[in-house]
Nanobody
Framework: QVQLVESGGGLVQAGGSLRLSCAAS?????MGWFRQAPGKEREFVAT???????IYTDSVKGRFTISRDNAKNTVYLQMDSLKPDDTAVYYC??????????????????WGQGTQVTVSS
């Protein structure tokens, strides 16, 4: 069993930045970030494999950066140039095993509790 603990959410004005962190209690392989806005389905944001391969959803390319520290079992999401449309609960996810950059929620084994990100206009 792997536990994921997220931190770093909050309220920021449009154009501002936030950095999310997700610490895992054990070794993980691919890790990802998803988000869910009120009344909407959970959507993929970014993913990173153990070796550092990354995929981003189109709406965040050039603004968000996913990274990881394998020694600390931690993944980060640096969010710059934030927009009101980025407002959502952000969830960290981890997959045990495999080496691909997974983008679908059902492909992940463990989830964090979520952290709220609110971007005001």
């Amino acid at each position: 069993q792997v536990q994921l603990v997220e931190s770093g959410g909050g309220l920021v004005q449009a154009g501002g930045s936030l950095r999310l962190s997700c610490a895992a209690s054990g070794r993980t392989f691919t890790m990802g970030w998803f988000r869910q806005a009120p009344g909407k389905e959970r959507e993929f944001v970014a993913t990173i494999t153990w070796s550092g391969s990354r995929i981003y959803t189109d709406s965040v390319k050039g603004r968000f950066t996913i990274s990881r520290d394998n020694a600390k079992n931690t993944v980060y999401l640096q969010m710059d140039s934030l927009k009101p449309d980025d407002t959502a609960v952000y969830y960290c996810a981890a997959k045990i095993g495999g080496s691909y950059a997974y983008t679908r929620p059902y492909e992940y084994d463990y989830w964090g509790q979520g952290t709220q990100v609110t971007v005001s206009s």
